[in-house]
């Protein structure tokens, strides 16, 4: 499947940091667990990994480790392909952090859900659906070109996904596939992206100047008594004139900001020059600095 680059978020060519780490230890996780599948320690090392009800008070990691952890080449494969396509651009709009949190509590929402599932589960379905989920709530009206042809849009693929796995689940239907687990997956991101918790809209990205709480600049207050000699004199900060250039230079500065925000607002992060990209970093390490 590919997907249309003129949607308005910045289309990456390559991963993002955190999509690159997560890419990575799907694969080493993968990779292992292939390599020893004819040794006795390779039905050990999936063991010790993925989620088991029965076993979770003995294993407390896995309702982390079990996102991590695939057996079979296709279910691999299609869920690398979702977090490659799906997350770079969270993560660019969200920043590193925030998207670390989200992928993590769709990943709990999917471990969750599972503990209603007999047996055990593996597989990062639950976080890819949780990064689904959130695409079709931020970008409804991308397009996802099936085979290059069928072209199809984000909220209609999530509202599927979420429809099927309802049907499958309350019709008792798997074929060794979790569907609850999907669900879970879907319901922790919703829940997520609704409270107060939910990541940032532009991420790290300056708050607008009129949302900014003003710096005061306190002006001592002057004693009119003699002081002597060996009692310092008391120091005065004070405060620039609207009309002086500092003043003038901030107040442009911060409407250069505005005027920037506007423009992501409207057409998104990758409409941006390399010119306002560097002046929003440069007001962000100032303010960051104060």
Not at 183 to 201: E, I, M, Q, R, V
Not at 245 to 264: A, G, N
Request: proline fraction near 7%; charge should be positive.
């Amino acid at each position: 499947m590919a997907y249309r680059s003129s949607y308005d978020a910045p289309f990456r060519s390559s991963v993002t940091p955190w999509v690159a780490r997560f890419l990575f230890a799907n694969t080493a996780v993968f990779l292992v667990a292939l390599l020893l599948g004819r040794t006795s320690l390779g039905p050990t090392v999936l063991d010790l990994l993925i989620l088991d009800r029965d076993r979770l008070l003995v294993r407390p990691w896995t309702p982390i480790t079990y996102a991590f952890t695939h057996a079979e080449v296709l279910h691999f494969l299609f869920n690398m392909l979702g977090l490659f396509f799906l997350g770079p651009p969270l993560e660019d709009r969200w920043g590193g952090r925030a998207f670390v949190r989200f992928y993590l509590v769709a990943a709990l929402g999917g471990a969750i859900f599972s503990l209603f599932i007999p047996g055990g589960v593996l597989g990062a379905s639950a976080a890819i659906n949780g990064l689904l989920l959130a695409w079709a709530l931020i970008w409804p009206e991308a397009q996802v070109y099936f085979f290059g042809v069928i072209p199809i849009k984000v909220k209609w693929i999530a509202l599927g996904s979420v429809v099927l796995s309802l049907m499958n689940a309350a019709g008792g239907g798997g074929g060794g596939v979790a569907h609850l687990a999907h669900l879970g997956g879907f319901a922790a991101a919703f829940l997520y992206l609704k409270s107060p918790w939910a990541p940032s809209d532009w991420g790290e990205v300056p708050a607008r100047a009129g949302a900014k709480k003003k710096k005061k600049n306190p002006i001592a207050a002057w004693v009119g008594k003699k002081r002597s000699a060996a009692q310092p004199a008391p120091t005065a900060t004070v405060t620039p004139h609207p009309s002086s250039p500092t003043r003038r230079s901030e107040r442009d500065l911060l409407d250069d900001v505005d005027r920037i925000l506007d423009k992501i607002s409207a057409q998104g992060l990758g409409s941006l020059t390399d010119d306002e990209r560097r002046r929003l970093d440069e007001v962000s390490r100032r303010y960051r600095t104060n």
